[in-house]
């Protein structure tokens, strides 16, 4: 009788606490959790990355993300030919096709190496495998209240996080692992009250210099569930 008190007792006390949680301690600790050291900041990542969609073939490509010095460089090769974007810290933009600069603008704009492209991708990159610790970012808005729900049958805590109107205007719930803090995946809005948007499952680790970074990321649409496609993670060094 005692030990079941006992065990009831320990049962209640995990969930209250589950429950009781801040968002910006979950954050805290989920950041604990995938960058112990506090790496994110001041660290090169170099990763291969294969993206595979229903209609279109595997498409390889090689992304340097090295927040020390602020560079950004994604290389993809696409119709035979290599093309590679660069932002730099003053966030300038180059490229190369074939290893040589675009002729023209036209040739540029023809092959889609466009400054644009080139932030946006910086952007992308940055921001999914920065993750949980982008969430600390300047204009990120983290809700108090930490929900425990479902999430593709698993339990997790959910963590609501909007932007200010500059930043961005989607609505993000991530979702943690309640014993490990880690991300489990992650689901956003245009506009939450027709279902609209994507969520994001993540399977499987990169531990690399004392960072565990998501290796696999799938895509689908919030309202059918339709897969739209997967990021492998095939390959992750990290340097101080």
Not at 140 to 155: A, H, P
Request: some cysteine; overall charge positive; proline content about 3%.
């Amino acid at each position: 009788m005692k030990k079941a008190l006992c065990l009831l007792f320990l049962l209640s006390y995990f969930s209250v606490t589950a429950q009781e949680i801040s968002g910006e301690e979950l954050l805290n600790r989920s950041i604990a959790f995938h960058d112990p050291d506090g790496k994110w900041g001041k660290v090169r990542m170099d990763l291969v990355i294969h993206m595979e969609t229903p209609t279109r073939p595997m498409r390889p490509s090689r992304v340097m993300i090295d927040n020390k010095n602020g560079i950004f460089e994604l290389r993809q090769i696409t119709g035979g030919r290599e093309k590679v974007w660069m932002v730099d810290a003053r966030d300038t933009c180059s490229f190369l096709v074939d290893y040589r600069a675009p002729l023209s603008k036209v040739e540029a704009d023809s092959l889609n190496l466009t400054n644009y492209r080139a932030r946006r991708m910086r952007d992308y990159y940055t921001y999914l495998y920065g993750l949980p610790m982008k969430l600390k970012d300047t204009g990120t808005k983290i809700d108090s209240q930490v929900k425990k729900t479902d999430f593709l049958g698993k339990e997790v805590l959910a963590l609501k996080v909007t932007y200010d109107e500059e930043v961005g205007k989607d609505t993000w719930y991530f979702y943690f692992n309640p014993n490990t803090y880690a991300m489990e995946g992650y689901r956003f809005y245009h506009d939450e009250s027709i279902n609209d948007g994507e969520y994001i499952t993540l399977e499987g680790m990169m531990i690399k210099n004392g960072m565990r970074i998501p290796r696999d990321r799938s895509w689908y649409v919030n309202k059918d569930g339709r897969l739209l496609g997967v990021d492998y993670l095939k390959s992750m060094e990290v340097k101080n």
